[in-house]
């Protein structure tokens, strides 16, 4: 069952992420069955084909929006567009080349919600860092 009191979106910027898009899609998809929450994909008007990738997922999620931006490259931009894109006042922001692993997408949302914070940062390699609560 979908914890609909829970709603969240993930945002996650791209630019040149043919090659990855769909299987971060796919994986978010599968690590996150179980709750309720959107996904915004913001391109950068890349040149690699990702906006076809992109309308081919599209065709194929209700959950799933994307925006292409057609101005300058840049990142900062890409990510406060997809935040005002958002339904929902819960935010993940992932990156669009795998470097976050959607594995732990549950217990970032199960922290999230438990706690009761308004805003948590995790990082990639936390394992490699010695002395650092995992909340911080």
């Known amino acids: 069952?979908?914890?609909?009191?829970?709603?969240?979106?993930?945002?996650?910027?791209?630019?040149?992420?043919?090659?990855?898009?769909?299987?971060?899609?796919?994986?978010?998809?599968?690590y996150l069955k179980n709750f309720f929450y959107e996904i915004i994909v913001i391109d950068d008007n890349s040149e690699d084909g990702t906006k076809l990738v992109l309308k081919e997922i599209k065709s194929s999620k209700k959950n799933f929006?994307?925006?292409?931006?057609?101005?300058?490259?840049d990142l900062s931009q890409s990510l406060i567009l997809g935040i005002k894109k958002t339904k929902f006042n819960n935010i993940i922001i992932m990156d669009g080349d795998l470097q976050h692993n959607p594995k732990y997408l549950p217990k970032i949302v199960r922290i999230f919600f438990k706690k009761k914070i308004?805003?948590?940062?995790?990082?990639?390699?936390?394992?490699?860092?010695?002395?650092?609560?995992?909340?911080r």
Do not use: W
């Open 1 to 30: 069952m979908k914890k609909k009191i829970n709603k969240f979106s993930v945002v996650i910027p791209t630019y040149n992420e043919k090659q990855n898009i769909a299987l971060l899609i796919k994986k978010i998809d599968k």
């Open 118 to 135: 308004d805003f948590l940062v995790c990082v990639r390699d936390f394992n490699k860092r010695s002395g650092l609560s995992i909340l």
């Open 65 to 73: 929006t994307f925006h292409i931006r057609k101005k300058k490259r």
